[in-house]
């Protein structure tokens, strides 16, 4: 009975454990990725942000804006807590097919973004993480949901440098 209960003692340690370094490794390459996405959005200049290379793009303002608000619904959801929302004007423009992106507005909300994220990470437990969300046939655990809004986050990142390639703009080194 004795090892058993240190058997069941030391597994509980472990899992504390695991779950804490699993924190801290997502939360390392998460500020990695968000100090190497607002660098990406930083090297277009302002009167890049309503560009697109071609009519079936996102605008790189709207491509800017579309990282923040994928972001804070992945980690609203898995956290529980309530995502900022876009100012008015940038939801406006977002929803325009046309819309103009102002650097400086689309920048500080991509800013608010990442630290509702650094938030809303701190408060995610691993039980959040094993947490089924989504609807019934998609449904996927927390863990997955955030690792699903890391791809799509560096899916368009990728496609933000090829944005200031075609203007000719070299895009800041890749970080890891």
């Not at 370094?21 to 302002?46: G, I, N």
């Not at 608000?69 to 940038?90: D, I, R, T, Y």
């Not at 939801?91 to 102002?102: L, N, T």
């Not at 993480?129 to 996927?140: A, C, I, N, T, V």
Request: aromatic letters at 10%.
């Amino acid at each position: 009975m004795k090892r058993l209960m240190i058997t069941m003692i030391v597994a509980a340690l472990a899992a504390t454990v695991f779950a804490a370094d699993e924190h801290a490794l997502f939360a390392k390459h998460w500020q990695t990725a968000r100090d190497f996405t607002l660098a990406v959005a930083e090297a277009m200049p302002a009167d890049g942000y309503s560009s697109k290379p071609n009519e079936e793009e996102m605008s790189f303002g709207k491509l800017m804006a579309h990282i923040a608000m994928a972001n804070n619904s992945s980690f609203a959801a898995v956290s529980g807590l309530k995502a900022p929302a876009p100012p008015e004007k940038l939801a406006a423009a977002y929803r325009d097919p046309k819309g103009v992106f102002e650097k400086e507005a689309t920048l500080a909300f991509l800013r608010e973004s990442f630290d509702f994220c650094g938030k809303a990470l701190d408060q995610i437990t691993p039980e959040k993480l094993d947490e089924l969300f989504g609807p019934e046939g998609r449904q996927m655990t927390g863990r997955e949901r955030l690792w699903a809004g890391f791809t799509h986050m560096a899916h368009h990142r990728g496609q933000a440098e090829v944005y200031l390639r075609v203007k000719n703009i070299k895009p800041p080194d890749y970080r890891f």
